[in-house]
């Protein structure tokens, strides 16, 4: 299984990106999904999860800015992040927990990262 996450890139403070990220491969389900991001320096954090079945999860730092959403179809996850701050400035990663088949357990992927620069 590949996770493919696009979308970062260099963005004022105040200003919006669009993260999305797609599992493709030997995918019979997926449970969670989610983002994960580390600053230089700091450990990875959980920014935000969503169930195959839409329950969402945020940390408490982008509640109110940051919206996590799926498509179960075409097994693809977006974080769409409003109210840029430069804290936010991390490498984001892609994560979901894939079953490769109908009796098999679910597995922990990652994608590679994107990058997110916030400037002030």
């Known amino acids: 299984v590949q996770l493919q996450a696009s979308g970062g890139g260099l963005v004022q403070a105040g200003g919006s990106l669009r993260l999305s990220c797609a599992a493709s491969?030997?995918?019979?389900?997926?449970?969670?999904m989610g983002w994960y991001r580390q600053a230089p320096g700091k450990q990875r954090e959980l920014v935000a999860a969503?169930?195959?079945?839409?329950?969402?999860n945020y940390a408490d730092s982008v509640k109110g800015r940051f919206t996590i959403s799926r498509d179960n179809a075409k097994n693809t996850v977006s974080l769409q992040m409003n109210s840029l701050k430069p804290e936010d400035t991390a490498v984001y990663y892609c994560?979901?927990?894939?079953?490769?088949?109908?009796?098999?357990?679910?597995?922990?992927?990652w994608g590679k990262g994107t990058l997110v620069t916030v400037s002030s």
């Open positions: 994560n979901a927990y894939v079953k490769h088949t109908a009796y098999g357990d679910y597995m922990d992927y």
């Open positions: 969503i169930t195959s079945d839409g329950i969402t």
């Open positions: 491969g030997s995918i019979f389900s997926i449970a969670n």
